[in-house]
């Protein structure tokens, strides 16, 4: 069964690098019929993505973030990564990973972590 | 600003059947699949219904959904105490190449 979990530091400094991983568990994160992305939730807020990652390094991301954002993976791992530059406090959120699969759409997602800019 | 558009709540009591509506433009709903989440808050968001009208294993038939133009619904009939939740609808987006998410219909069973 297919399992993503978040983890990263939970309080982040204003104008510092948000720095998150996912890890994958129950497949292999080079499998060709899927993404990996990063949605985001603000407190009380909705949802809004991030972006997202193929294995092989292809990637999109949500224009409003602009050059903020950095996704990579590493295939011996089995995780994907984000890097957000320059965070305010409007970067405060939930911030969930998951699988966005050709055919179901975002499938499988891991259970979110809180990040704090302050 | 969600770039689709759900109404902010819709309520019911048990038994009943809800609906819950979501509109979008040409370039995400009327050109692509739509998708429905929901969401018990404190948890991660849950695949209700992919392709429009599909539903995963273990996603009960009393959710149903729709697309029509530009415009989607989510219905749920027999409503039940545990189907209080948020539920956001989503569709690709052409111009932003990824996917775009409504505001959020909180659902409350009375």
């Known amino acids: 069964q297919l399992q993503l979990q978040e983890s990263g530091p939970g309080l982040v400094k204003p104008s510092e690098t948000l720095s998150l991983t996912c890890t994958v568990a129950g497949d292999f994160i080079s499998s060709s019929s899927q993404y990996w992305g990063w949605i985001r939730q603000p407190p009380g807020k909705g949802l809004e993505w991030i972006g997202s990652i193929f294995y092989s390094g292809s990637t999109y991301h949500n224009p409003s973030l602009k050059s903020r954002v950095t996704m990579s993976v590493d295939t011996s791992k089995n995780h994907f990564s984000l890097k957000l530059r320059s965070v305010t406090a409007a970067d405060t959120a939930v911030y969930y990973c998951?699988?966005?699969?050709?055919?179901?759409?975002?499938?499988?997602w891991g259970k979110g972590t809180t990040v704090i800019v302050s | 600003q969600s770039v689709l558009t759900q109404p902010p709540s819709a309520s019911g009591t048990p038994g009943q059947t809800v609906t819950i509506s979501c509109s979008g433009s040409?370039?995400?709903?009327?050109?692509?699949?739509v998708y429905w989440y929901q969401q018990v808050p404190g948890t991660a968001p849950k695949l209700l219904i992919y392709r429009n009208n599909q539903r995963p294993s273990g996603v009960p038939d009393r959710f149903s959904g729709s697309k029509s133009g530009t415009s989607t619904s989510l219905a749920i009939s027999g409503l039940r105490s545990e189907d209080e939740a948020d539920y956001y609808c989503s569709a690709w987006d052409d111009s932003l190449s990824g996917p775009v998410f409504g505001g959020g219909t909180k659902l409350t069973v009375l």
């Open positions: 998951a699988r966005l699969h050709y055919d179901s759409g975002l499938d499988v």
């Open positions: 040409s370039s995400n709903i009327g050109s692509n699949d």
